[in-house]
């Protein structure tokens, strides 16, 4: 089992890239279960609030370690374990719909991997279909998953991309993602307002009309 979710993690859409767009992961990474991940993350960070000097006997202080593991393991970083990753279920395109489709608006909530520190904002995923459509609520579910790891934008926009082009069976997909990182905004050079943007896209996006209409489309509001 665990052999097998490894295969299935590096496997993960390798069809278009040459470039390693998986996450770095030790060879060992699936061997131990959440829980006995959650139990040693607890013990780390124990040692880590005592070496910061504080006083773990104290009650709003006692719960800390079992809380931020589990939130490493369960809440913030689920996306590191391939079992929930979503099935991306597609539909024959029987109605022939054959321009543009845009997913809007998808909430990011993720962690940069070099601070371990909040990434927020959307993204916005795009796609021209073939002989295939994808449910919505799976492009979002795709979107959760991967951000749900430690990460930096531009991989988070490959990842998301790669996998919308294997599943459709398209080059044609475009993901872009805005989003604010608060190791930029509240620490180092404590930016507030800036944000950065990723774009990346293959097929019929390599066409700039092609990308002027998706710029069309996000400026639409419809409340
Ligand atoms: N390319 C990219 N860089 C990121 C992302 N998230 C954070 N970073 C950057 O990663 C870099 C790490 O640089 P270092 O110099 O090793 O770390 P640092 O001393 O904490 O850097 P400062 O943030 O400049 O204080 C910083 O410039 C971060 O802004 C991301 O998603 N993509
Ligand atoms: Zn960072």
């Known amino acids: 089992m665990k052999e097998k979710l490894t295969e299935e993690f590096e496997s993960i859409g390798n069809m278009h890239y040459s470039a390693n767009t998986n996450t770095p992961l030790r060879e060992d990474a699936f061997v131990k279960t959440d829980d006995e991940k959650v139990q040693n993350i607890q013990k780390h960070f124990k040692a880590i609030m005592e070496e910061l000097g504080l006083d773990l006997t104290d009650d709003s202080l006692s719960g800390t370690p079992y809380r931020v593991a589990k939130m490493y393991v369960k809440e913030l970083f689920y996306g590191l374990n391939p079992e929930h990753k979503p099935k991306l279920s597609s539909f024959e395109n029987k109605y022939g719909y054959g ?48 951000a749900h790891r430690p990460q930096v934008q531009e991989r988070l926009c490959l990842q998301i991309l790669k996998d919308l082009q294997e599943a459709l069976n ?15 905004s509240s620490r180092g050079i404590k930016d507030k307002s800036s944000y950065t943007t990723t774009l990346e896209y293959g097929g019929e996006f390599n066409d700039i009309n092609r990308r002027k209409e998706f710029f069309n489309c996000l400026n639409q509001k419809i409340d």
């Open 99 to 146: 321009k543009m489709l845009v997913e809007s608006n998808i909430s990011i909530d993720s962690s940069c991997e070099h601070h371990f520190l909040p990434i927020t904002g959307f993204a916005h995923v795009a796609y021209i279909p073939g002989e295939r459509v994808i449910g919505l609520s799976k492009i979002n579910r795709l979107v959760d998953y991967y």
């Open 170 to 184: 398209t080059e044609s997909v475009l993901v872009m993602i805005s989003s604010k990182h608060l190791c930029v």
